[in-house]
């Protein structure tokens, strides 16, 4: 089985490293692609000097088209299964195996690592977990599913979904959405409970005034993709 780590990455030159060398030690069984999304900063050098495997985009798309462009590169290259890995140092490599054992023994769909379950580790700030319980709410009442923490980037996806997403994948705060958009489709997502990292380089695309934008753009995002079902 042909396992991929897709690593979007935006300005994360004093990460990336550790990212890609935390998955070289805790999950050796994964190959791992860096999708450089047009860094300004020093990311495409770091990723050349120490000859990452890395697609470098000529443009910046985003997070949900660096993701997306991920998808495609592990559909097209004959991969049976895709995580989404954040390159900022947040998430922890060693719980990788974990959830490709969950998705062959529960026959998941998307297995997603969720800090909300054994609540350990880093819980984000106060703000936003009201935004993520607020979500997970919604997601619940609209698909009847429940999934704890509706905005992990650590999340690993079979070849089915790979496609579906390959295909189309939202561009922007991505995650809330595409789990609605694979619930709706009646695939299975089930979570596993992970230790995040707080984020020590960089920052957060999502803060300020960008919260409530945010907030009511992520909303009208899921109830647009739950009335497509």
């Known amino acids: 089985m042909k396992k991929l780590v897709i690593i979007p990455a935006y300005n994360e030159c004093g990460s990336i490293l550790q990212a890609v060398d935390d998955i070289r030690r805790n999950a050796p069984g994964f190959d791992y692609i860096v999708i450089n999304d047009c860094s300004t900063d020093s990311t495409l050098d770091v990723c050349k000097k ?7 985009l000529p443009v910046n798309l985003g997070i949900g088209g660096a993701v997306q462009t991920g998808y495609i590169y592990a559909f097209r290259n004959g991969y049976s299964l895709a995580v989404q890995f954040d390159g900022d140092g947040q998430h922890d490599a060693s719980y990788l195996e974990e959830m490709a054992l969950k998705m062959e023994q529960t026959g998941s769909d998307m297995v997603i ?27 619940r009442l609209l698909t009847g599913s429940q999934v704890t923490d509706p905005t992990s980037g650590m999340r690993m996806v079979n070849r089915d979904v790979m496609r579906i997403y390959a295909d189309n994948y939202p561009k922007d705060y991505p995650e809330p959405e595409s789990v609605v958009a694979v619930l709706r489709m ?27 934008y945010y907030m009511i753009k992520v909303t009208l995002a899921i109830l647009m993709e739950r009335l497509r079902g």
Request: proline letters at 2%; a positive charge; charged letters at 30%.
């Open 113 to 139: 690592g969720s800090r909300f379950i054994e609540k350990e580790g880093f819980q984000s700030s106060g703000l936003r977990r009201v935004g993520i319980r607020y979500f997970s709410l919604l997601i």
């Open 186 to 212: 009646g695939k299975k997502v089930t979570e596993i409970p992970v230790v995040m990292k707080e984020r020590k380089e960089g920052r957060s695309s999502i803060g300020g005034a960008k919260s409530v």
């Open 50 to 56: 120490n000859r990452l495997q890395y697609v470098n």
